[in-house]
């Protein structure tokens, strides 16, 4: 891996994660110093890319072939119903020249899998694939060349096919990839790297595969770690705090002792009940009594918005250009307005949930976690073990979203483990879930602008309170800008009276709310239709092509339109992928409710691995972003989460479907880029400005529910 | 507290002791090792949990054990006929109707039940009985798709 790519992969960890509980200095004192030295001499590829969190550069850490022709395509990913499982494998398939359908892709499992930071960020296919085609690549030609030895005619000769290199004048003269391997390492590589094939040549990639986990799916085969059953498992529950900052002052377990097969641990600030049997466990846990002290409420939803904007924090410079003051001398009309959203849960219908067993000095550890890598070294300082003695197992993840990432369930149930000599299996209730949830943090952003008297922005000053920078770096021809920024997601104790974190597509979805309702705001002023404005305003040839190709496919003009019925167009730079989305909503004016009738998000992703796996993402981002724009807000009460289930707090649902249409844009030269964040990002605006479209008035604050909008029109 | 209780589990009958007390979704994932059936709220909210008793889809997290006595439960691992996929569940492989798939097994059964009742239905009733399970992934448009061809072909 470039060093570049290298160091942008730490950041990242550290921007999106926080430091690893296991710093440095644990990891020397588990070590010890001595064992150090024989560490380094004996390590092998595998063990050395752990340690340097770095993607190894042996191909044979990212493919096995078996002696039965099967091969393996490892990666530290996991699937959480991106589609890594599948597109992965096709790449894999495509540089190594074997049937896709011979190909079982291995994920998350730290024993045998490649390091990796975790699957976020829309990386894997931009990140890891790289090295993974690489590494195919170079297979590939060690086994050409091993099978010109085998064969014994030269290496010009011979071609390959399906997993059998053959020669090319004489077919019959041939062997297979299994039969030169026997399922050993390959130990032989080469110095100089074989380039990755030309997409002109690709037959496997690019083209639009199915889900290959789908059998395992609709059978209920498919494993989860909830799902996970080892012999004297016990089942944990956990006394949680009626709020974030409580207290505990005592809690009596005199009642739930009765109870038969239970065991009760105390152990500092925790406290649990496990029983063999769940409902046990839960029952025990509701005999529990336990006082706290409960903190001073000084937030809620009524003035988080006025809290956020007098946090005393240091404002960085994100990216700036020119000087905005001097922008503003030739500005004709100024813009000053600013965009609010609430905080937003993650989510997943799976809970978090982690099974920990361990076995003398070792650990295995079964997570829903976006983070293998992360678990082991989490569950090693838990158990006070090195990490390499600990195993972890990654299952499918149901659902994750940038939630799970931090995974306090493993750390519970490995010192449960730990603390009662038996598995233990921590599987989150649907309440705690919303308890510990790290939502996406309320922001605010403030943006001061202006337009010329020809329809050209003149300058701009984006002031961004706690939504995290991500893509606010104005992507249209601005000669004059500032972006600044106070804190990011990771938030920060007397920021947010809870967890906050990374949401799929972290900070943009904030931010592209924010910047273009602003610019439809300005399109307003500016006496131009919003398409028109945008077009007059960008110089990036590609973001235009997206957004016309989004305009054509949606094909209606931004003609006022009468009876409650609104058109929108928002789009976007996320990390690199392109996106515009139009949008039509038809909105009550009695009811304050609205209605998205129908969605086209066009995008290019550069260079496409799997269509149908990028349509389903684009596809679920938008409905999912339908939920923080129409109903998706915590409620609390100081650190008490008011909303803790699906009751009050509502999700997208069938009833809420638009027809949605995408439009995938060529672009193969380009290489991929991620795809699993960049459409949800552009939700809020579009839709704010469909709705504008609509009513004649704007929302500044997401979510946009009826009573918001009734208010908006009650003050019209 | 314990209580011996009998019924078709996957056309297969079955007889078992059960604390009265505890729900089917419990003792289909711990006592019986049928762990297709998923928790995902514990109140009947998301539908994670449905299974089909008598054909009926029913939230299994809210269901005490004592009730399916007698009855025919159906559960994910029960769709699949002597190692044939039923179409729904094969629909839902070609359409991609799924993304993590923890929702699935509600999302198929509760399918299922509406293709039994209704071997045809519209949009609006697709729409309709499927309305209380939750999909985060947000697959809905696919699984609408999914459920009208799996109709065509029975």
């Not at chain 1, 086209?600 to 149908?612: L, R, S, T």
């Amino acid at each position: 891996m470039k060093n570049d790519d290298y160091k942008n992969d730490l950041q990242m960890l550290n921007d999106e994660l926080g430091p690893s509980t296991l710093n440095r200095r644990d990891f020397l004192k588990l070590l010890g110093g001595g064992i150090i030295v024989t560490f380094l001499v004996e390590e092998t590829a595998l063990a050395q890319s752990r340690r340097r969190r770095e993607y190894p550069g042996d191909f044979n850490a990212y493919l096995q072939i078996h002696e039965n022709g099967r091969v393996s395509c490892l990666s530290g990913k996991i699937e959480q119903g991106q589609g890594v499982i599948t597109s992965l494998g096709q790449m894999l398939a495509e540089e190594l020249d074997v049937p896709f359908e011979k190909v079982d892709v291995i994920l998350g499992d730290t024993d045998i899998c490649p390091w990796d930071m975790g699957t976020f960020g829309s990386r894997t296919t931009k990140y890891f694939g790289p090295p993974l085609r690489e590494a195919a690549a170079e297979a590939r030609e060690v086994l050409l060349q091993l099978a010109a030895e085998h064969l014994d005619t030269p290496r010009e000769t011979l071609t390959v096919k399906d997993g059998l290199i053959f020669v090319k004048t004489k077919p019959a003269q041939h062997v297979s990839y299994a039969e030169l391997t026997k399922g050993k390492t390959i130990h032989k590589h080469l110095d100089q790297k074989p380039p990755i094939k030309h997409y002109s040549k690709h037959t496997i990639s690019g083209k639009s595969h199915n889900r290959t986990d789908g059998l395992e799916k609709v059978t209920g085969k498919a494993k989860f770690a909830g799902d996970i059953r080892l012999p004297g498992m016990l089942y944990a529950r956990i006394l949680r705090p009626p709020a974030h900052g409580a207290v505990l002052k005592n809690a009596d377990t005199s009642e739930a002792e009765k109870i038969k097969g239970i065991k009760i641990v105390k152990d500092n600030d925790l406290i649990a009940v496990l029983h063999e049997h769940p409902l046990e466990a839960e029952r025990a846990l509701k005999l529990v009594k336990a006082n706290y002290d409960l903190p001073e409420k000084k937030v809620d939803n009524g003035n988080i918005f006025d809290h956020l904007l007098n946090v005393k924090i240091e404002e960085n410079v994100v990216n700036e250009l020119g000087d905005p003051r001097e922008g503003e001398k030739s500005a004709a009309k100024t813009f000053d307005q600013r965009y609010y959203n609430h905080y937003v849960a993650h989510a997943p219908i799976e809970p978090h949930t982690a099974v920990v067993k361990i076995d003398g000095d070792k650990a295995t550890a079964w997570a829903s976690s976006q983070t293998p890598f992360r678990v082991r070294d989490d569950v090693a300082s838990a158990v006070g073990i090195p990490s390499d003695k600990v195993h972890v197992i990654s299952p499918f993840v149901g659902g994750g979203f940038g939630g799970k990432t931090r995974n306090q369930q493993a750390v519970e149930a490995a010192r449960l483990a730990k603390l009662t000599g038996r598995p233990v299996q921590v599987a989150w209730t649907r309440d705690e879930e919303f308890f510990y949830d790290t939502f996406r943090p309320a922001a605010v952003i403030n943006i001061k602008s202006g337009i010329n008297g020809s329809g050209k922005i003149t300058h701009w000053v984006y002031r961004n309170y706690f939504a995290g920078d991500r893509s606010s770096k104005p992507f249209y021809h601005i000669p004059h800008y500032r972006v600044l920024a106070r804190g990011g997601w990771r938030g920060r104790d007397d920021i947010h009276p809870f967890g906050v974190g990374a949401w799929r597509g972290p900070g943009s979805n904030t931010n592209v709310f924010a910047m273009e309702s602003h610019i439809d705001v300005m399109a307003e002023g500016a006496g131009m239709d919003p398409l028109t404005f945008r077009l007059e305003n960008l110089q990036d040839e590609r973001m235009k092509k997206v957004l016309k190709a989004a305009a054509e496919k949606f094909g209606r003009s931004f003609s006022k339109t009468p009876g409650g019925k609104g058109y929108g167009v928002a789009c976007t730079d996320y990390l690199g992928t392109y996106v515009a989305t139009m949008a039509e909503v038809k909105v009550d004016k009695q009811t304050g409710d609205f209605r998205v009738e129908r969605i086209v998000c066009a995008q290019d992703c550069g260079e496409i691995i799997n269509p149908e796996g990028v349509r389903m993402q684009i596809e679920g981002g938008l409905i999912m972003g339908l939920g923080y724009v129409r109903t998706e807000e915590i409620r609390f009460n100081g650190g008490e989460v008011l909303d803790r289930n699906f009751d009050t707090y509502e999700l997208p649902r069938f009833s809420w479907l638009p027809k949605i249409e995408t439009v995938l844009l060529d672009n193969p030269d380009m290489a991929p880029q991620g795809c699993g964040e960049p459409a949800i990002t552009t939700m809020g605006g579009v839709i704010a400005n469909a709705v504008y479209d609509a009513i004649g008035v704007r929302l500044y604050t997401l979510p946009m529910t009826p009573k918001r909008i009734k208010e908006v029109l009650r003050k019209d | 507290m314990n209580e011996i209780i009998q019924f078709t589990l996957n056309n297969k009958p079955t007889r078992i002791t059960v604390n009265k007390d505890h729900t089917l979704l419990w003792v289909l994932r711990t006592e019986l090792g049928l762990t297709g059936t998923k928790y995902g709220c514990g109140e009947g909210f998301c539908g994670a949990c449905t299974v089909l008793v008598d054909n009926s889809p029913v939230r299994s997290c809210q269901l005490p054990v004592t009730k399916v006595n007698g009855k025919k439960i159906t559960t994910i691992e029960g769709l699949e006929q002597n190692g044939k996929l039923h179409p729904i569940q094969q629909a839902f492989i070609d359409h991609n109707a799924l993304q993590c798939g923890y929702c699935t097994p509600g999302m198929l059964l509760t399918a299922y039940a509406l293709l039994l009742e209704n071997p045809k239905p519209s949009t609006e009733e697709i729409t309709q009985t499927m309305e209380d399970i939750l999909c985060r992934c947000s697959s809905y448009n696919r699984i609408v798709d999914a459920i009208k061809t799996a109709s065509q072909s029975l």
